[in-house]
């Protein structure tokens, strides 16, 4: 990820409704929510959320696809990687002891289940 690319994503995400359509689609991954129920839940009108969600894709952070007649929306899992690690990437100056508490922290969320080993 280049500098223009994290200031389109993170300028995608510095608007309340964009924001809480994102962190509520990485909520309902994998399977995504359609169109209108994201428009339901987040309310705000149909037209309203498909111009929020043409921002988010256009910004690599969401993807959708067509199912008969609906749209099925999901966060793009990748462009959260790509930004998140772009921000981090010379974290503390390389030094380990700041960076640490910062991936501690992130870890837990994500860490896979230790009985699926």
Do not use: W
Not at 3 to 28: D, K, P
Not at 54 to 60: E, H, K, P, V
Not at 65 to 88: K, V
Request: aromatic share 2%; net charge neutral.
């Amino acid at each position: 990820m280049d500098n223009n690319s994290a200031i389109v994503a993170l300028g995608a995400l510095a608007q309340t409704t964009r924001l809480e359509t994102f962190r509520l689609l990485v909520r309902h991954e994998p399977a995504g929510i359609p169109a209108g129920e994201l428009a339901r839940l987040i309310d705000v009108p149909q037209n309203t959320m498909s111009a929020h969600l043409a921002t988010l894709s256009r910004a690599g952070l969401v993807t959708s696809e067509r199912q008969s007649r609906s749209i099925i929306y999901r966060a793009h899992l990748n462009g959260l990687r790509e930004l998140t690690l772009f921000l981090l990437k010379d974290c503390c100056g390389g030094s380990t002891e700041l960076c640490a508490p910062l991936i501690a922290e992130l870890t837990p969320c994500c860490a896979p289940d230790a009985k699926l080993s």
